[in-house]
């Protein structure tokens, strides 16, 4: 039997648990080229908040009654396919279940790595990917200069700031409270971090950037990113790499021409999947930072395919730290 999440109705504004539903269903005979994977770990990432809606955007929504998207690792039990045998470990977009039938050209073997495979879907998968491409293809941080990183607390934006401290930049990180700011600053070695939501945010920004803004990657968009923009410098780069605040509402923002032309700045927005073919090269260099202790990794655990609405509801309204995980067998 497959206990799996549906999305039973789309949401308004706010996700609410009323959106998905938890249902047992039979698992489907295997075809020709197909496995059946027994799914162990699965990823939640923000943007299923966004093929939860019909609205238009890179990659196609989810159906009503889809099982919700997400990516995940397992263990083959059966096979039908010439690729893979039973016990192979596998990733993929396996969803939000605790079975799943995949073709074999869906799935990947994992690699070969020295810690838990769940860094596989964070700090050495598609989180880190996604900050590395951001960070070190767009911003290009550079030793002495000033790097901000917004979400800095989160799974993507807590890699890229790394990133930045490896090449020896000043790093300064941007989250929703005191206890996140914290962590970024003792535990991930940022030079420093503000609370966007502290009385003194944006003002204490020009003690701690008092140089300006070389490179900015921007997780959350909103009025949070339009108080950036005065503080970036000449020759400044831009990765939009996600809009969390703007939720699925647009958000029409006060950038003023003159000030991208005046400053020669750059604003690149980027999705990772555009740079799968170098997934693999990406994530050599990602697993050997991460085997030097370079990058710090905060995972948080939770347990059961039950628990995976409320967990992903926690994680877009800001109560998580690092990366979330679900544990399901
Ligand atoms: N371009 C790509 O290919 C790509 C790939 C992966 C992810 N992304 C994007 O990257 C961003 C980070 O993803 P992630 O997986 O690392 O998520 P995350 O940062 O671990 O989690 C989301 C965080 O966003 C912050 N947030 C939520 N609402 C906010 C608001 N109104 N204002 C300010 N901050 C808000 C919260 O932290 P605080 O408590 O600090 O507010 C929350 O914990 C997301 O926007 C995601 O969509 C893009």
């Excluded at 099982?67 to 059966?78: A, L």
């Excluded at 869906?106 to 951001?134: C, H, Q, R, V, Y």
């Excluded at 029409?252 to 003159?258: A, K």
């Amino acid at each position: 039997m497959n206990t799996k999440i549906i999305l039973r109705n789309r949401p308004n504004q706010t996700v609410t648990q009323d959106n998905f539903e938890c249902i047992d269903a039979d698992i489907e005979p295997l075809k020709y080229g197909q496995v059946l994977v027994l799914n162990q770990w699965l990823s939640l990432d923000p943007y299923v908040r966004g093929r939860m809606s019909e609205r238009k955007s890179y990659a196609p929504s989810m159906e009503l009654g889809d099982v919700v998207m997400g990516e995940g690792i397992g263990t083959v039990i059966n096979s039908q396919s010439d690729q893979f045998k039973a016990g192979d470990k596998v990733i993929g977009m396996l969803g939000w279940q605790t079975h799943a039938v995949m073709n074999a050209a869906a799935i990947k073997l994992i690699p070969e790595a020295p810690f838990s495979d769940t860094w596989l879907l964070g700090a050495a998968g598609m989180p880190g990917i996604t900050a590395w491409i951001g960070m070190m293809e767009i911003c290009k941080p550079q030793a002495g200069e000033t790097l901000l990183i917004t979400s800095a607390a989160g799974s993507v934006g807590s890699i890229a700031g790394q990133l930045a401290k490896v090449q020896g930049a000043n790093v300064v990180g941007v989250a929703g409270s005191e206890e996140k700011c914290a962590y970024v600053q003792d535990v991930l070695n940022f030079d420093h971090c503000l609370s966007y939501k502290h009385s003194s945010w944006p003002s204490n920004l020009n003690k701690h950037a008092p140089n300006g803004i070389d490179g900015l990657f921007e997780n959350v968009g909103g009025a949070l990113f339009d108080s950036l923009i005065p503080q970036m410098n000449p020759f400044s780069r831009i990765a939009i790499c996600g809009l969390i605040a703007e939720g699925i509402e647009e958000h029409f923002h006060s950038i003023n021409l003159r000030t991208l032309l005046a400053n020669r700045m750059l604003i690149q927005g980027f999705i990772v999947s555009d740079h799968v073919s170098r997934w693999r090269e990406i994530q050599k260099q990602l697993i050997g930072l991460l085997v030097e202790q370079k990058i710090r990794v905060h995972e948080k655990i939770t347990e059961g395919i039950q628990n995976a609405p409320q967990t992903f509801i926690d994680l877009l309204e800001g109560k998580c730290l690092g990366k979330q995980i679900i544990k399901l067998s």
